[in-house]
């Protein structure tokens, strides 16, 4: 509560220092703001219900130039920045609610993922030597590290999830899609808003920005966000609530406009977590193929131990490694807009820093069994885009150079605890039964990656006919990475082993938990890619589209340690991993109809992957992390819809729906789920189905073509509504209102290589709220999220060594509270 203060009265005091300094506002034309905020919610793609006058439409720059969003052909959602506050949808974790073909996964910040229709990036353990299938842009900034998701929106116009390929539009290549965020610009009339929510489990958030003229030249804005809240799973060992919040957002920007065809913005920013997490709970047991005598149920007994709960939703844990979470985030940009007659030429320059500390508990127990597990990394970017808009009768067009610059350095620890000889070595070895063999054993880990990449694209619009429009778009792309890794292991006693061939029982009992390996991966390659998209508006509200884009993604390297052979020699060949080709092929409509007051837009789309980049992992010590092999084929196909009616002003509704079919089309060798794992490898390939036998020969690979991809619901759909009505409250004329958002998923695989004991059934979640509100901005409301207080899980892992081991991390439980909010 103390650090909550602390926060909310060095975000006042930075307020009020800034208001100090501004003159007072004056009748100046305002700065030309981000058209995407011209409209705050519900429209003809948008998401959610927000207040709006019928017919309005949402204005994009999905395309690099302000449109609405009817005119744009392809598959864009839009949330609002009033709704993305109203709907508690603070980040893009929550924001999956809202927008059904968006996936998100998160066991911590560094181990976060981002993809759209089943694509992205690879579902697991992060490795940094590879690239985001979806890219985050925050004010035209490419944000390399999907831990950027993690953090609370700041002071946010509008959010666009853009779906499909989008290289030839964006500096870096996406082949899955992105999500593009835009933020309240600096104005020259003085405004500003203010906004305090409080809720149970200790949850405290406050918001506030401020902007207005320095001169009839310059002006400012700033933004400030602080969030807290109380774990929603007690550890019985430590006495904490962990899964806590704790965020600390800070965004300035100032806006020079020396002419009325210049714009030169200036913008820094800076977050902060520093949360209780990342933890877990007891889900379950699945045989294996090991030893009855080296199950989790035989291996806990013979050290007396038992979860605290065996039932996950009653939130227990009891992780004896202290967690931690801290992740900072920041950077600064300089834009520059410059009208040209017809055309825009805009220069981004950018740096971003982001700088992770953790401490996991990587065993999921209360053994002492991994005592620390941690990663700690620091990265630095840089990027430079330069691109020119022209637009006219009969042509619009992109044309752009983009330049990327990224360095990651991360030091590594990993140790085992007393309870580790026990757990790890088999108990026909009389070693088990000594706790010094593996009690201290000790794994540095430095590495650190050099990327660079540099593109030149573009992106013309024909308007062959006022209904026809040809685009075709080019990319050329330039990747290099420059990788090391280094594994150093080190006895309980201080004493480096090497691996010399020559070892002692104890030692290879050592080297069978953390082997050491030093490699220096490299990759580099050029890249071409295209789309073509035809479009034509049957009549002035129905828009027909196709479009076929050849993309690809950039290949990659193994920064996390590769697999060994017989001898602990590194297996060179799996350094690297090959670039993704895609073939992608989309058709759609879009309508408005009934004078537009309702909105129907329907797309069916099919991406084909070759060199699929797959995290797999073969659930030992040694390799925990895991590490990138190419599968074969992959492919994502499916329906979507989204549709939204306003009769009148004092109601409104949507409903979004999504069927995706993401499957392996081909994937002979891919690691085995647990339940054909754990016993004696032995060559040959089987197809998972059978349950564990214990002691059984496991396979050394499975082939799971044909099955589906992690992460992936075969259905979704969020779905609300929102009605309001004329009153007066306190003396002030306003509308009361009453809103709901409710979101429905099937079940999905947990697991790269689907499992029967890591699939997670479907769920439903239902939020509501209900307020008062005036047209000055004067905001009060009560809101429930979950209301139903429905169990169910974000994620599913597989336990270390093949145990039979399942640990989750159940969703939110109900929470509600209040908000009060206010323009001034």
């Known amino acids: ?189 003085f405004e500003g808003k203010a906004e305090v929510s409080v809720g149970n489990y200790n949850f405290k958030q406050a918001k506030a920005a401020i902007s207005g003229p320095l001169s009839e030249t310059l002006a400012a804005r700033l933004a400030v966000s602080s969030t807290s809240r109380k774990g929603t799973i007690y550890n019985v060992v430590t006495d904490q609530h962990i899964q806590s919040q704790d965020n600390l957002g800070l965004r300035g920007q100032l806006l020079w406009k020396p002419t009325d065809t210049i714009d030169v913005t200036l913008a820094g920013d800076f977050s902060n977590q520093d949360a209780d997490c990342c933890g877990s709970v007891y889900v379950r047991t699945g045989l294996t193929q090991r030893a009855l005598n080296r199950q989790f149920a035989a291996l806990a007994a013979a050290q007396n131990y038992a979860p605290p709960s065996t039932n996950p939703f009653d939130r227990l844990t009891d992780l004896d490694t202290p967690l931690k979470a801290k992740n900072k985030i920041g950077g600064a940009s300089l834009r520059v807009k410059w009208e040209l007659g017809e055309g825009t030429l805009t220069s981004v320059t950018a740096w971003r820093f982001w700088d992770w500390d953790p401490s996991n508990d990587r065993d999921f127990t209360g053994l002492p069994i991994v005592a620390l597990s941690q990663n700690p990394s620091q990265q630095d970017q840089y990027t430079q885009e330069l691109r020119y808009n022209y637009s006219s009768d009969k042509i619009d067009f992109v044309v752009g150079a983009f330049g990327f610059y990224q360095r990651i350095d991360t030091q590594g620890t990993e140790a085992q605890g007393a309870a580790a000889s026990r757990w790890s070595i088999a108990p026909s070895n009389a070693l088990s039964n000594d706790p010094s063999v593996l009690n201290g054993l000790v794994a540095y880990n430095t590495q650190y990656l050099k990327n660079t990449s540099a593109a030149l694209f573009g992106q013309l619009s024909w308007h062959v006919t006022p209904e026809l429009t040809l685009q075709p778009g080019v990319r050329l792309n330039y990747d290099k990475k420059d990788g090391f890794y280094q594994r150093r292991v080190f006895n309980g006693q201080g004493t480096e082993l090497i691996l010399d061939g020559s070892y002692t029982a104890r030692e290879t009992a050592q080297l069978a938990i953390y082997t050491p390996q030093e490699i220096s991966p490299k990759f580099s390659d050029w890249n071409f890619s295209y789309d073509f998209t035809a479009s034509y508006k049957v009549a002035p509200d129905v828009l027909l589209y196709a479009t076929y884009a050849k993309s690809f993604k950039s290949g990659g390297i193994n920064q996390n340690g590769v697999p060994v052979d017989a001898q602990n020699n590194p297996i060179l060949a799996s350094a690297t991993v090959k670039p993704e080709s895609v073939h992608h092929y989309e058709a759609g409509i879009k309508t408005q109809f009934w004078d537009r007051r309702a909105t129907f837009n329907l797309s069916i789309f099919r991406s084909d992957i070759t060199n699929y980049q797959a995290n797999v992992n073969n659930g030992q010590y040694g390799v925990l992390r895991g590490y990138l092999a190419n599968a074969g084929e992959v492919r994502s196909q499916g329906v979507e819809a989204d549709f939204s009616v306003r009769p009148s002003e004092r109601f409104n509704a949507y409903v ?164 009060i909010s206010s323009n001034f």
């Open 1 to 189: 509560m103390q650090s909550f203060v602390r926060r909310t009265l060095l975000a006042t005091t930075m307020l009020a220092s800034a208001v100090t300094g501004l003159p007072a506002a004056h009748a100046e034309e305002a700065a030309a703001a981000p058209a995407a905020a011209a409209d705050d919610d519900q429209s003809s793609t948008s998401v959610g219900t927000g207040a709006h006058d019928r017919g309005s439409d949402i204005v994009v720059t999905a395309r690099r130039r302000n449109e609405s969003s009817q005119e744009v052909p392809l598959a864009i959602s839009v949330v609002g920045g009033d709704h993305i506050d109203s709907t508690g949808s603070f980040n893009v974790g929550r924001l999956q609610q809202l927008t059904p073909t968006l996936q998100y996964y998160s066991s911590n910040p560094r181990n976060t993922a981002v993809n759209i229709r089943g694509l992205g990036v690879p579902f697991g353990l992060t490795n940094d030597g590879i690239e985001q299938g979806v890219g985050i842009y925050v004010d035209d900034v490419y944000n390399s590290r999907v831990a950027s998701a993690t953090f609370d929106f700041l002071d946010v116009a509008q959010v666009e999830v853009l779906r499909g390929p989008q290289g030839t539009l964006y500096g870096k290549n996406t082949t899955a899609g992105a999500i593009n965020i835009t933020t309240n610009q600096p104005t020259f009339d």
């Open 656 to 819: 979004n729906g999504a069927y995706t079919d993401a499957t392996y089309k081909k994937f002979v060798d891919a690691p085995c789920p647990p339940e054909l794992s754990g016993g004696t490898i032995v060559t040959g390939t089987q197809t998972p189905g059978a349950p564990g036998v214990p002691g059984a020969l496991s396979p050394a690979n499975c082939d799971i073509s044909g099955q589906r991809l992690p992460g992936v619901s075969k259905w979704s759909f969020s779905f609300g509504a929102e009605a309001n009505t004329p009153v007066s409250l306190l003396g002030k004329d306003g509308e009361a209102y009453i809103g709901y958002d409710g979101s429905v998923r099937s079940n999905f695989s947990s697991n790269p290589s689907p499992s029967a004991y890591t699939w997670v059934d479907g769920y439903s979640l239902h939020n509501f709220r209900a307020g008062f509100r005036t047209d000055e901005g004067f905001n009060v409301y009560g809101w429930v999220r979950n209301a139903f207080d429905e169990n169910y899980f974000e994620q599913l892992f597989v336990g270390p060594g093949n145990t039979g081991l399942i640990a989750g991390l159940p969703g939110d439980p109900r929470t509600w509270g209040f908000t």
